[in-house]
Each structure stands twice: as structure tokens, then as C-alpha cells.
């Protein structure tokens, strides 16, 4: 489903395309669909893990003095299982480290925007776009959507417990309550091929209304 268009255009860029999704909904393969069709992408987890990675870092250091070392794993990083088993029941240390995390992810997505430059196509996906009010910060947002029934059998093939996806997915707003904010909607209740139907779809009906924009 891909809803209406607005004309977008902004700093000369092509599109700059923010894109979420909940656990399970299939969001980082569609983002691997639009890397495979010649978009520039990028993803808030992907930062979050480098930002990680040096448990003597700035926020390595942060980290270790609000949960203590035993968040350090073997490789010496900071173990995303460990703290984000610590902050799933902890709402307190869930919301600190949002806190800490976010404002270093945004600084990011902007050096993102002014880095691509004009006529790049380019994709970030953020799991909590909407959550932390980011939408505005991209030309257009998509949402990959798929039924909660869809994401627990995704989760237990991943190997993932039933309490704890159900855990998951309780910390993020329902899929349903984005639908409205979002200016496009990928439905994932399917197979990868039709999600990339969809994906393939969305680049060629941007691309073309770009096309038509600039040669108005």
C-alpha cells in the first residue's frame, strides 16, 4: 500500500528516506531490498553497535557506571544482549539510555543528509522514527507493517522465547498507531519476494515523481 504523495524536494537532494518498523516487521530487509535497487543506507542500530563497541569510549563509560561491568562482554565491547536484557524490564534504564544514545544517532543522521549531497538516493532506518520525533527530519517515511501474529513466527525462527518477543514488541508502540504518520506503508505479511514488489515499486513511483518535478 503506498499512500499519496506531497511534492518533496528538499536541499536539492533526491529523497531522503527515513524508515521503520517494529521488531519483526520486516524493516532491515526491506532496507537490504533498497540497497540492492542503488540506495545509499543506513541504520540507528548499526550506529548504536559502534557506539558500543568501545567499552572505554564516551558512552562505553557512561554505560558501565549506570549498570556496572558486567555489561562488558568477552570482546571487550559493551554486549548489546546484556544490557538490552537489562533494560527490557527496567524502564527507568531503558529511557537513561535513550537518552544517552539518541542525540549521538541524530548527529549521525544529520552528517548523513549533508553528506549525500544532490541526487543520492538515501535510506536510514530508524526503529523508533516516530517514537523520538524524527519524522521531520526526512523528505518521506516508510513504515513496514506486518501483523503481530506474522512478527512472533518470525521471532521464534529466530529462536527468540515467546515471553520475550512479546516483551519486545510491548516496549514499542503498536504498528497500527504509525500507519497514519507514515507516508508510506509496506504491508510484510507476505513472503520477501512480494516485499520486494513493494520496495521496488516505492523507488520507481519516487523516482518518477522527482522526475516529473524537475522537469516541471
Request: aromatic content about 8%.
Amino acid at each position: 500500500m503506498i499512500r499519496g504523495y506531497g511534492i518533496f524536494f528538499a536541499g536539492g537532494m533526491l529523497v531522503f528516506l527515513g524508515l521503520t518498523g517494529g521488531i519483526g516487521s520486516g524493516k532491515s530487509t526491506a532496507l537490504g531490498f533498497l540497497a540492492e535497487m542503488g540506495w545509499r543506507t543506513n541504520d540507528a542500530d548499526g550506529i548504536c553497535h559502534s557506539l558500543l563497541g568501545d567499552a572505554d569510549g564516551y558512552v562505553g563509560r557512561e554505560v558501565r557506571a549506570r549498570f556496572g561491568d558486567s555489561v562488558i562482554g568477552s570482546d571487550c565491547s559493551i554486549s548489546r544482549a546484556v544490557l538490552g536484557q537489562m533494560v527490557l524490564d527496567d524502564d527507568d534504564g531503558r529511557v537513561w539510555l535513550e537518552n544517552l544514545l539518541h542525540p549521538l544517532v541524530l548527529e549521525r543522521v544529520a552528517e548523513e543528509r549533508a553528506r549525500a549531497g544532490k541526487s543520492v538516493k538515501s535510506a536510514f532506518d530508524i526503529p523508533l522514527l516516530f517514537e523520538v520525533g524524527w519524522g521531520s527530519f526526512f523528505d518521506r517515511t516508510v513504515l513496514v507493517y506486518a501483523g503481530i501474529g506474522e512478527r512472533m513466527a518470525r521471532l521464534a525462527r529466530r529462536g527468540i522465547s515467546e515471553a520475550r518477543s512479546r516483551a519486545f514488541i510491548g516496549i514499542q508502540a503498536p504498528l497500527e498507531d504509525k500507519i497514519g504518520k507514515a507516508d508510506h506503508v509496506l504491508v510484510n505479511n507476505g513472503g520477501k519476494e512480494l516485499l520486494k514488489l513493494q520496495c521496488e515499486r516505492l523507488d520507481r513511483e519516487l523516482t518518477l515523481l522527482l522526475n516529473s518535478v524537475k522537469s516541471s
